[in-house]
């Protein structure tokens, strides 16, 4: 019961990472707000807040786009009505526009960091503003955990607009940490590597698999639930000296 009575807001929660996150945060003891665009799951299986439910009372669904500021204010004002107290924030909502540079549409640019960016800005902005007016507990006053990408340090094959989204939200990790040690702020981000989250089309294509299991040192390619266990550790009392920092869980792919 690592987050016994913390309160923590996880982004694109229906599904995947999001998902396995959600999950091991409300059996680690979270009250847990799960946010997501759509109540669609991607692998299939029930909807998140049911699973959430059955394993405690106290987690709330709620459907915004964390690129509209209109709705991630609604997000985190009713965690706070809910719960009180906002421990952590992890930015996990995010998309892929899988092209490379000369066939990206600006459109599909925009989205692409609307999402992944403007988005962890957003709720990174609204989680730092409440963390600074609350009393530090454990020598914290919150955590922000950021799901970056080993694709925000190296090249993502055809898929330009995901990877300087991802290599942003490194450097905003960076940012966030420095600028608010001081107030006992803490950000760190977890950087997968190739990760099976079930969903289809291009992410598991024959070719793409056989890439990800070449690029990885170990003998299998990753699971939502490796990434949530490091999320865990960084949004718990247990990593009590560590901030700014990008945690790969990638099965050695950048050690390689």
Request: hydrophobic letters at 45%; a neutral charge; proline letters at 4%.
């Amino acid at each position: 019961m690592r987050l016994k009575n913390k309160t923590a807001i996880i982004t694109g929660a229906s599904s995947g990472i999001g998902r396995a996150i959600a999950v091991r945060f409300m059996e680690e003891g979270a009250n847990v707000v799960a946010v997501d665009i759509s109540t669609a799951v991607v692998e299939g299986g029930a909807p998140v807040i049911e699973v959430l439910s059955a394993i405690g009372p106290n987690a709330i669904f709620i459907q915004g786009d964390v690129a509209r500021s209109e709705d991630v204010s609604h997000v985190f004002a009713e965690a706070q009505a809910r719960f009180g107290r906002l421990d952590i924030v992890v930015n996990n909502a995010a998309i892929h526009a899988p092209k490379p540079l000369a066939e990206t549409e600006e459109t599909e640019w925009d989205r692409v960091m609307d999402v992944n960016l403007k988005g962890a800005f957003l709720c990174s902005r609204a989680a730092v503003r409440i963390m600074l007016q609350q009393e530090i507990v454990a020598e914290t006053r919150g955590r922000i955990v950021n799901i970056s990408s080993q694709h925000g340090m190296v090249s993502a094959p055809g898929d330009f607009a995901y990877g300087v989204s991802k290599a942003g939200l490194v450097y905003m990790t960076k940012q966030i940490a420095a600028d608010y040690a001081a107030a006992n702020i803490i950000c760190n981000a977890v950087a997968p590597g190739k990760i099976l989250t079930g969903k289809s089309g291009r992410a598991i294509l024959p070719e793409m698999l056989e890439y990800s299991h070449k690029r990885t040192p170990m003998p299998r390619l990753g699971r939502p639930t490796d990434v949530a266990s490091a999320a865990l550790f960084l949004a718990s009392d247990e990593a009590s000296y560590i901030t700014g920092h990008n945690l790969l869980v990638d099965g050695g792919w950048m050690a390689a």
